[in-house]
């Protein structure tokens, strides 16, 4: 089993970064693929981000693509989601998942998830 924290959200203005953590326990990740998903009130869960194993591969939705960035210490068990740019309509709540096996955007892929952390982006 791995279990995910999450981390570093708050409440921020439009145009302010943030970085979020997830930080796993129970097993190291260093064999999983983790993900990022967001999911705002009245709205479904959706994908932001995806990181290999190693890091050298990600992936973004659209809608934060050269905003935000994922990366991974390993050594730390530990993922990170920079946030920068911050518009309101990326205020929501932030979950980080892993999942074994290659990159996915599909959030039902992933078996492990965090509790999540909001995030709240004033205009």
């Known amino acids: 089993q791995v279990q995910l924290v999450e981390s570093g959200g708050g409440l921020v203005q439009a145009g302010d970064s943030l970085r979020l953590s997830c930080t796993a326990s129970?097993?190291?990740?260093?064999?999983?693929?983790m993900g990022w998903f967001r999911q705002a009130p009245g709205k479904e869960r959706e994908f932001v981000a995806t990181?290999?194993?190693?890091?050298?591969?990600?992936y973004y939705a659209d809608s934060v693509k050269g905003r935000f960035t994922s990366t991974r210490d390993n050594g730390k068990n530990t993922v990170y989601l920079q946030m920068n740019k911050l518009k309101p309509e990326d205020a929501a709540v932030y979950y980080c998942?892993?999942?074994?096996?290659?990159?996915?955007?599909?959030?039902?892929?992933?078996?492990?998830w965090g509790q999540g952390t909001q995030v709240t982006v004033s205009s």
């Open positions: 990181i290999s194993w190693s890091g050298a591969t990600t």
């Open positions: 129970g097993r190291t990740i260093n064999s999983y693929t």
């Open positions: 998942a892993a999942k074994l096996g290659v990159t996915n955007l599909d959030s039902h892929e992933y078996g492990f």
